[in-house]
């Protein structure tokens, strides 16, 4: 009798135990998953703001401020919506044109920039949002400001 109580106290021991690894081993991979997704946004929109400011740079002079900018956010939001990035718009783009000393300036058709910079604003991506996995609230909200700047080509 007394083996069998022993041999019940440890497979009980044994349950507890794979419990608490189980709920740990779920938490980390719930924020491996969630921080990974988020990572991968980060990189999705940098990508997306080099292809903005890779247009713009070549964009004609004549037309920097009627068309390049328009065709710039276009080009990121696009990119942004291939990737899979959620809630995208080109209010969360900014574009703007440089001074020749890479001070900000305005763009203005007919006047060459010396530089360009799209930059996303204000996006944010709730880390918890799929897999909740953090104690107290359900989610948190990273905001991702990725940039990029080049100089005019034209």
Request: aromatic share 8%; net charge positive; hydrophobic share 45%.
């Amino acid at each position: 009798m007394n083996k069998t109580f022993a041999s019940r106290r440890q497979q009980g021991a044994a349950a507890v135990e794979f419990g608490i690894v189980l709920t740990l081993l779920m938490t980390l991979l719930a924020g491996t998953f969630e921080l990974g997704r988020a990572f991968w946004y980060f990189d999705a929109l940098t990508k997306a703001t080099r292809d903005g400011a890779r247009t713009l740079s070549v964009a004609p002079t004549a037309t920097i401020s009627s068309q390049g900018v328009a065709a710039a956010k276009a080009i990121v939001v696009n990119a942004a919506a291939s990737a899979g990035v959620p809630s995208f718009s080109s209010a969360n783009v900014t574009v703007t044109c440089l001074t020749s000393a890479y001070a900000d300036g305005t763009c203005t058709d007919g006047t060459a920039p010396g530089g360009v910079r799209v930059e996303i604003v204000s996006y944010q991506v709730k880390i918890g949002e799929l897999i909740p996995f953090m104690i107290g609230s359900a989610s948190r909200n990273v905001t991702l400001t990725p940039r990029t700047t080049m100089r005019y080509m034209l």
